[in-house]
DNA sequence: CCTACCGATCGGTAGG
DNA sequence: CCTACCGATCGGTAGG
């Protein structure tokens, strides 16, 4: 059986894991070398400290979900299908890439200033999107007058962002199930129908 | 200024603060004693360890949201009032313990396997009480006939349990208004009104 | 609550 | 990617 050698991104999946499960400061070099089958000081080879391995991946996490929102409304549409499009790439995000997005969403505090005014301002811009797209939604009917994008926004991505702490892939609700299920949530509220 | 011996709720409350700042992993027993004016060593005259610390805070805020089901439950009422008085209560809690509860959310995965256990438990009855509340108000019609109480109390967790990320108490919305907002996400819709 | 420690582990480096 | 380290810091203890 041949080992072969660990490329960069190997090491930065390896600590999106890591990072993900038990967290950045619980994290050692030497836990993160042994996940890799090499020693701690042996990863220095592949990057400059360890920071900078928390640095990409929650820049990776950044990454995804701009260009899923991108992707989202690119393709135009009424408000409805553009919200529904946010909402299914939003989760395909955090169902493809939860080692990434975990870390993205719990980690990014321990980033410097620098580091983390970057992700905030990728967060900002995000929640943008889906405030845009709500206020569409208002103007064109689909939503109710009384609608506030921001407070809307908010609620629709805090069910968004906690799907990842109790949706399991292999239960009884398919990833379709899901979307249609938050959608509908946004839309028609969450205890009606 | 005479500055009092600190007690032991005294570094109970400075590791609650600690920890949700900085994770239990990135906070050391010499920054909680800087944080008390004392050396880290004598931390151990009031507390036998870390982790034990650590188990005091987060069965705190497991104890904060059991009590405050408890009550909101009592008091009996409508599946809508009881359902206001669970969201008013979880708010509150939220915003009058924001350490404890952070740390309750986000540094229970630490904790050994038996305490854990016992967290996870505490997490899934108060959900129960959720989903309990949500099912009578589909029987009595207060809630749509299709909904499903275990997708709809999720969702309303989703966003109760958010909101220590964004609110601002200080802020153009109150409590008050908080909890209207959430309150009518859940029954009229996210994008209704 | 301090002094004076302890062994273990941490992130990281030099040199191959 | 390993060997052989480094200084710093970690949780914690003995004795007062």
Redesign the interface.
Known sequence: MLTTRNSRSDVVAAAGRLFAE?????TSMRDLGRELGLLGSSLYAHVESKQDLLVEVVEEGARLFQDSAEDALARGGTAAERLRRLVAGHVAVVLDNSDVVRTFL?EA??LDEVHRARVIAARDAYEAAFRAV?AD??EDG???????PK??S??????L??VER?YHPDGALDRAGLVD??VA?????????
């Open positions: 038990r967290g950045y400061h619980g719990n505090r321990v709500v939604g208002v689909t939503f109710g007058a009384g609608t506030d407070m809307a908010i609620f629709i991505l805090s069910i962002n906690a109790w299920a938050i949530a946004a839309t028609r509220g969450i205890a009606r129908t």
